[in-house]
């Protein structure tokens, strides 16, 4: 964890937080808004810390895309979302990302518990977790196998996850303001 300039705290926190509202209203986070923070992360780092803050941004993009995009060909995610986190990467950088990733797992991981206990979707949990490990065991997608498993369709229990990305990425922020070295 690094700190994080004003203004790169500003840009990460209006992105992740437009972001947070689309996907709560619309179920979907526009392009306008993660290409915009895409570049403009790539623009203000290239332009506070020239070649190492282009180099930066570009570490950060590259390993939000690595980890995101297969969990989109495995349909666990949506495209906006990985826009979304490969817009925070592009502005928080690769160590930074990975911070706001991990907390971001932990709170999805909560905010499922929560919505499996809500739905008492428990025992059906439970065996689609069985049809994911068995579908990939075998070398196939498990969206094949259960269709409630691919987050583009309409029997999936979706959460809309760039809430959880907005919420995470703020926890990260406050506690960075406070734990990480200036």
């Not at 949506?78 to 706001?100: E, Q, R, S, Y």
């Not at 932990?106 to 059906?124: D, N, T």
Request: proline share 4%; hydrophobic share 55%.
């Amino acid at each position: 964890m690094t700190y994080l300039l004003p203004a790169v705290q500003a840009l990460l926190g209006l992105v992740v937080i437009l972001g947070g509202v689309f996907d709560f209203r619309q179920r979907r986070v526009p392009n306008w808004l993660t290409l915009s923070g895409v570049a403009v992360g790539i623009g203000l780092n290239s332009f506070l810390f020239e070649t190492a803050g282009l180099w930066l941004s570009l570490k950060g993009l590259g390993l939000a895309l690595l980890i995101y995009i297969p969990l989109y060909l495995l349909r666990g995610v949506g495209g906006g979302d990985v826009k979304l986190m490969a817009a925070v990467g592009a502005i928080a950088g690769p160590a930074n990302w990975l911070a706001i990733m991990l907390i971001t797992s932990l709170f999805g991981g909560i905010a499922a518990i929560g919505l499996i206990a809500i739905k008492h979707r428990f025992r059906r949990t439970l065996a689609n977790i069985w049809v994911i490990l068995t579908s990939l065991s075998r070398g196939r997608m498990p969206f094949e196998d259960n269709p409630q498993l691919d987050v583009r369709g309409e029997q999936a229990v979706r959460l809309p996850h760039a809430v959880v990305i907005a919420c995470a990425t703020i926890a990260f922020l406050v506690v960075a303001r406070t734990w990480a070295p200036k």
